[in-house]
């Protein structure tokens, strides 16, 4: 599967800069409407970039923060600073457990070097990480690929409903919900995707920009839409629901973006497989359950408050500008919290890199034999 695109450029969604001093990301807060390069050049931004939102999806937290603990080594590259700097990166979002994992795996590499040297070993292994997550997610999706011929064969087409974003832009690269829908897409598959807007933060309008990149049919729905569209019998309006995941746990239960849930009870309800597609990084072999999976709640102004392109009835003289509108007063009580979780036993398959498994321990070891100890 060949890199994705953006107005037909290869584009992940980070990269070092040129000069080796910085790395550039897509700035996700100003997507659909605005396609941005920023630039993280200290510990600082990384951190910003990760809690505003900047970047997202948990491989590319992940990912995000080894570049981050990299700008920190070039600052700063002491043995306090170290510890530092992984606390404040550690700090910025609770769930995506890919953070960790990664803040752990620079540690174990730069812990025993001294300190002159961190900083070049840091920007190496940041982008062995980045790499990795990009193959990872290519053969996530020629997994999951194996998984949808069958359903496509069955109908002679295929419809997929995603929810949040588990594309690329969640990724350094092809994505992980979405990397076998590419590869449907590419193998010549009639796909249509069902896009879930995602309420508050609209994570589905980043799928939607994503799958429009790409050329790949899709249609946006409100949320509370996605029962309506499952339960459609007869006339099957979907034949699979793939989503991402921020943190599995040991015994199969998923994280997952808030509403997740809610679409694998009515998907169960329906009959309609449920798919869970995550890299190594994503699995905490160390939680047993997903009660222990901390949720992370996010400031209520995600609600109270929408962004989005004013509609200026004299385009012209006022070009189009992303503007906020409230929606609640600043006082309103709101709960928000971002992620959700879903049992282990409504889940079909889950998709890694390393094949398709059953949501259960015993499946989890059988693809991970090295974290089977006894
Ligand atoms: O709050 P976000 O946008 O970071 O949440 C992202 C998700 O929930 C994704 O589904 C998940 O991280 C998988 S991304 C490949």
Known sequence: ???????NVPTRSLWPTTDARAVAIIDQTALPHEYRIHRLSTLADAAHAIRSMQVRGAPLIGVTAAYGLALAMRQQPDDAALDSAVATLGATRPTAVNLHWALARMLEKLRPRPPGERADAAWQEAAVLADEDAAQCRRIGEHGLALLRPLAEERGRLDIMTHCNAGWLATV????ALAPVYAAFDAGIDVHVWVSETRPRNQG???????????????????????FLLERQGNRAVDAVIVGADRIAANGDVANKVGTYLKALAAREAGVPFFVAAPRSTIDFEC????????EERSGDELRVIHGVMIDPSPVERPERLSSLRLLPADEAVANPAFDLTPAHLISTIITERGCTAATTDGLHRLYPEHAHA
């Open 288 to 295: 047993a359950s997903g009660t222990n999976i901390p949720i």
């Open 205 to 227: 309008l980043l799928t939607a920009w994503e799958l429009r990149q790409h050329g790949v049919p899709h249609t946006v729905f409100a949320d509370n839409a996605a029962g």
């Open 1 to 7: 599967m060949p890199a994705m695109r953006v107005n």
């Open 173 to 176: 690269d092809h994505g992980t």
